[in-house]
Nanobody, 117 residues
Framework: VQLVESGGGLVQPGGSLRLSCVASGFTFSVFAVSWYRQARGKEREWVAGISNSGAHTKYVDDVNGRFTISRDNSKDTVYLQMNSLKPEDTAVYYC???????????WGQGTQVVVST
């Protein structure tokens, strides 16, 4: 099982980024997938989840209405569109199988998002 995150970077407050998570080594379309984030000095937290078909999504309250999770099963990829970014969104973002809790404790490198002027 391998999940590789990308798309992070430095963005100003109010800006947007789209993160990608490419999966390999398993039947991607069978599994729900979530995005998590970990800010410096804090524990990793769940951010958003999407069902295996993409029909169902849910978000932590803090990002609801600003972030959108989606997936393309033909590309074994999950996306996180992040709009109206705030400094408090600064973190390393990870993807993992599972809808609201991780099914696997092997985490990838993540992708760093910095929201700053």
């Amino acid at each position: 099982v391998q999940l590789v995150e990308s798309g992070g970077g430095l963005v100003q407050p109010g800006g947007s980024l789209r993160l990608s998570c490419v999966a390999s080594g398993f039947t991607f379309s069978v599994f729900a997938v979530s995005w998590y984030r970990q800010a410096r000095g804090k524990e990793r937290e769940w951010v958003a989840g999407i069902s295996n078909s993409g029909a169902h999504t849910k978000y932590v309250d803090d990002v609801n209405g600003r972030f959108t999770i989606s997936r393309d099963n033909s590309k074994d990829t999950v996306y996180l569109q992040m709009n109206s970014l705030k400094p408090e969104d600064t973190a390393v973002y990870y993807c993992q199988t599972g809808y609201s809790s991780p099914l696997n404790q092997d985490w990838g490198q993540g992708t760093q998002v910095v929201v700053s002027t």
